[in-house]
């Protein structure tokens, strides 16, 4: 298996919905990382887990909340979300202390409405 | 202020010749280079990368050329194909690893046919 799979791949909330995206890898990669592209812009790092760690969080709002509950998942938990946050959220995973292997997902589509 | 610069938007190129993308760098910390393949609402695809110690590193069609001194790269595309119209992104790491990638602002590729 050498994909990263997210899910879902569409996501439609209101501002007040809690709803969370998900990011799955089973190639033993021990960092993963959550970006955040909007149109026509490169692909932004939000946050980085290193063996199911927190090691970097890119000054995101608390509306924001990463977690890594095992080695293979990371989900991205939205709550309060403003219309501005509509963007393309794509996880990544690849070998800690390596870049061996980073591979991106295709990437969850969010609208917030 | 923008640690990874690609100054063209897009690049037009007639089907069998040399594509060449390039990218430069203001960071000297950083010591990997990727180049990846981007189409609307995917992941980006991961084409070719290379490391500070090396000048080169080729991969079929897809050769990457890395100028230390001037902080430069270039990705080379030979021969184009109509299947490499999309966009090319450049990004760059730099501490040993999983502290995720800066991106440049893309490049358009289309190839002519």
């Known amino acids: 298996d050498t994909e990263v799979t997210q899910t879902p791949k569409h996501l439609v909330m209101g501002m007040t919905n809690k709803k969370s995206l998900k990011c799955e890898q089973h190639?033993?990669?021990?960092?993963m990382y959550w970006y955040k592209q909007k149109a026509k812009k490169p692909p932004e790092l939000m946050f980085v887990?290193?063996?199911?760690?927190?090691?970097i969080n890119e000054s995101v709002p608390s509306r924001f909340s990463p977690e890594c509950p095992n080695s293979s998942l990371l989900n991205l938990h939205l709550h309060a979300l403003q219309p501005e946050d509509s963007a393309l959220y794509l996880c990544?995973?690849?070998?800690?202390?390596?870049?061996?292997?980073?591979?991106f997902g295709s990437g969850t589509r969010l609208t917030v409405v | 202020d923008q640690q990874v610069k690609q100054n063209s938007p897009s690049l037009s190129v007639q089907e069998g010749r040399i594509s060449i993308l390039n990218c430069d760098y203001t960071?000297?910390?950083?010591?990997?280079f990727l180049w990846y393949k981007k189409y609307p609402a995917e992941g980006p695809t991961f084409l070719i990368s290379?490391?500070?110690?090396?000048d080169k590193n080729e991969d079929g069609r897809f050769t990457v050329f890395l100028n230390k001194s001037a902080k430069h790269l270039s990705l080379h595309i030979v021969p184009s194909q109509p299947g490499d119209s999309a966009v090319y992104f450049c990004?760059?790491?730099?501490?040993?690893?999983?502290?995720?990638?800066?991106f440049g602002k893309g490049t358009h590729l289309i190839i002519q046919p």
């Open positions: 990544a995973s690849s070998l800690a202390g390596d870049y061996g292997g980073y591979t």
């Open positions: 190639m033993g990669h021990r960092a």
């Open positions: 887990y290193s063996y199911e760690k927190l090691s």
């Open positions: 960071n000297s910390m950083f010591d990997y």
């Open positions: 290379i490391s500070s110690i090396k």
């Open positions: 990004a760059a790491s730099g501490g040993g690893g999983a502290d995720g990638l800066t």
